[in-house]
């Protein structure tokens, strides 16, 4: 197992990435500005059980194989790319919401895990990041667990590390929804801002060099 120093090395190291802008933090921001907190901490739901998914897959090994596997790759990649431009869509044209339409929408919470699960799973650049990151914290001791126990234990640390910066953003960006539910001129310029970020994130997804 990796030592209290290494762990709180790994802790430090993770909770600086998840604040760092990203698709997933960027999404969260946006839908808890937009819609609430509740839609926030939904779609972080949906993204900790992709990130799950993925951990599970970087222990198994099976993500170095999708790695070099280019045909894998650029599928996953399109997909990536044709979810971020299917957001930046539905964010251009969407509607202002009033009060008792953020209401409706909370009750959509499944809705909401499967958005963010999909926004997860869609994006082979957090496999590329497990796969980078997670074994620069393991041990090699010889009475130390296998690595794929490893690397499951440190991928699940790193997910609890981001729900709760995720939920931290979500909250925080609650705030700004008390002031915009009811302005649909602020709603409507936020729902095209929001548009042209996931229209960037996809351009950047689709530049991605494996």
């Known amino acids: 197992m990796p030592s209290i120093e290494t762990l709180i090395t790994f802790i430090g190291i993770s909770s600086f990435l998840c604040f760092l802008p990203g698709p997933d933090n960027i999404l969260v921001l946006s839908q808890s500005a937009l819609n609430g907190r ?122 609890a590390v981001a729900f709760i910066s995720f939920a931290m953003i979500s909250y925080l960006s609650g705030f700004l929804h008390e002031f915009i539910e009811n302005d649909s001129s602020v709603q409507t310029i936020l729902n095209k801002v929001t548009s042209v970020i996931f229209i960037g994130l996809a351009i950047n997804l689709l530049m991605i060099q494996i």
């Open 38 to 159: 509740k839609t926030g901490i939904s779609i972080t739901i949906g993204l900790c059980v992709g990130l799950i998914i993925q951990t599970s897959l970087v222990s198994l090994g099976i993500a170095a194989i999708i790695r070099e596997n280019a045909i894998t790759f650029e599928f996953i990649r399109g997909l990536g790319v044709l979810y971020l431009t299917y957001l930046a869509w539905k964010a251009f044209n969407a509607k202002p919401v009033s009060l008792n339409d953020s209401s409706k929408l909370f009750s959509k919470s499944r809705k909401l895990i499967k958005k963010g699960l999909i926004m997860n799973l869609s994006n082979p650049k957090v496999i590329i990041f497990f796969l980078a990151f997670l074994p620069q914290f393991i041990s090699n001791c010889e009475d130390a667990i296998p690595v794929s126990l490893q690397l499951l234990y440190l991928g699940l640390i790193f997910i």
